[in-house]
């Protein structure tokens, strides 16, 4: 054999071990990494047991401000003194508490209808005794003894008138004829009468005139009065009671609004007067809130109004002062009109205070529950995938695979969501490790808990 041909068999051995030693020496290897790559697909998941007894609520977060329910400002009704300032009990006495007034000042709880202030009240019951009396003598001169006594005073009086003129009447036509005697005896050329006579029976003449026209009009007044009595005796008897009567009633009701009393109950929130004050009309005396139960009015946009109901829409409250405690109230109205600018709709919260704890003008944090579903399942918002405009899905763990659901989603609440097709009770949802599977994905469940 040749030495070239030698070199060449000696090369290729050389060449063949050395591909055998290296497959020997990679191949191992490449087996390794194989299923190194297949114990890596697994991906480690946590589930939740889907629980079919959830509950959510679909909610409109609002603010607004605390408004007492009721509140109104105490004006006088009559003019006079500020007598007293003092809580008063159902006797119109003030009430003691612990041998002391209650005094009426800022944060003091009064009732309906109770009194809180007395005005000049010993004037106005002088008022109404005087009305009184007045009012009786009326009646007494309506009585039909005293109306006949009456007529015969007036008539006897211009009885009296009439003999009066007549008298006059003849005395002038006397002392006319005597004048006129006298005055040609004045004038004639012995002048037989001196001048003081003529004089004396001019004077005596004028004298008679005026007494004549003064018995005429008071004749004339007396048949008058006398001619209106007996038409109008009754009548004018009767209307004297009537006005006695009306200036009594208006003495009572004067006498009644001297004492100042509450309309509503409530706390004083402001005091306008002191003892001592003179008041006129409608000068304010108080101001009184009633917070047993308040109100906010805030407003809704218009897309929520047929969601509203009146009377039993609920609602959730919470206030910076009690961060831990939730109140609740109910609409209790929707303004008919909406607002011009924003298009929303004013809406009134009503709710009860019988603790006091809210005050008026309180920030409030408003929660209307527009919907609640319950006995449905709620799972984690961010447990689904996709979106609306292809499709929602989520992640069950079956047998150490991941199965895509498609779901149907209904009420959202926070964090949480309602499904309502796509999804079981019993069911394994995944909750953590959802973004990294496919469906039919190799999963190892690490963890898990009941949904809501």
């Known amino acids: 054999m040749k030495l070239g041909n030698k070199k060449g068999i000696i090369i290729g051995m050389v060449i063949v071990v050395g591909v055998l030693f290296f497959i020997r020496i990679i191949f191992p290897k490449l087996s390794s990494q194989s299923e190194l ?36 400002t105490i004006i006088s009704k009559v003019t006079g003194r500020i007598d007293n300032l003092e809580i008063l009990n159902e006797k119109d006495e003030p009430i003691k508490d612990s041998d002391k007034k209650k005094i009426v000042e800022e944060g003091v709880r009064v009732g309906t209808g109770q009194g809180i202030a007395i005005i000049d009240h010993d004037a106005f019951i002088a008022q109404v005794k005087q009305a009184e009396a007045s009012l009786q003598t009326a009646k007494i001169n309506a009585q039909k003894d005293v109306i006949e006594s009456r007529i015969a005073e007036v008539k006897a009086a211009m009885e009296s008138a009439l003999a009066r003129q007549k008298e006059s009447k003849t005395r002038l036509e006397n002392l006319e ?23 004396q029976a001019l004077s005596d003449y004028k004298s008679a005139q005026e007494n004549e026209r003064s018995a005429e009009a008071d004749a004339v007044s007396a048949t008058a009065a006398y001619t ?38 409530g706390l004083i929130s402001k005091k306008f007067v002191d003892v001592g004050d ?39 409250i ?8 939730i109140f609740t109230g109910v609409v209790d109205e929707v303004y008919p009109g909406a607002d011009t600018k924003t298009r929303a709709f004013p809406i009134r919260i009503v709710m009860q205070n019988k603790d006091s704890l809210l005050r008026p003008g309180m920030f409030a944090r408003i929660k209307l529950i527009l919907r609640e579903k319950k006995d449905t399942i709620v799972i984690p918002r961010d447990v689904v995938l996709g979106h609306e405009q ?34 079981k009770a019993g069911e394994k949802l995944v909750v953590n490790g959802m973004n990294y599977l496919q469906d039919e994905a190799d999963i190892k469940i690490v963890g898990g808990e009941v949904t809501k």
């Open 228 to 265: 209106q009595i007996m038409a109008q005796a009754k009548k004018l008897a009767e209307a004297q009671v009537a006005q006695a009567q009306a200036t009594l009633d208006l003495a009572k009701v004067q006498l009644r609004e001297s004492i100042i009393r509450s309309p509503i109950s």
């Open 390 to 423: 292809t499709e929602y899905f989520v992640f069950v763990a079956d047998n150490e695979k991941a199965k895509r659901h498609i779901v149907k989603l209904g009420l959202s609440e926070g964090p949480d969501v309602e499904v309502i097709e796509g999804l």
């Open 177 to 199: 004829k005597d004048f006129k005697r006298k005055e040609s005896l004045w004038k004639s050329e012995d002048k037989i009468i001196s001048d003081s006579e003529y004089d």
């Open 318 to 325: 919470g206030v910076d002062a009690y961060p831990e405690k």
């Open 278 to 316: 003179m008041v006129a009309l409608n000068v304010p005396i108080v101001e009184v809130v009633d917070i047993e139960n308040v109100k906010i009015v805030t407003s809704i946009p218009e897309r929520y109004l047929g969601e509203i109901n009146v009377g039993s829409t609920p609602v959730e």
């Open 37 to 72: 790559s297949k114990s890596e697909r697994v991906i480690p998941v946590e589930i939740a047991i889907v629980n079919g007894k959830g509950t959510i609520r679909e909610s409109l977060d609002l603010t607004g401000e605390v408004e007492a329910r009721n509140s109104v």
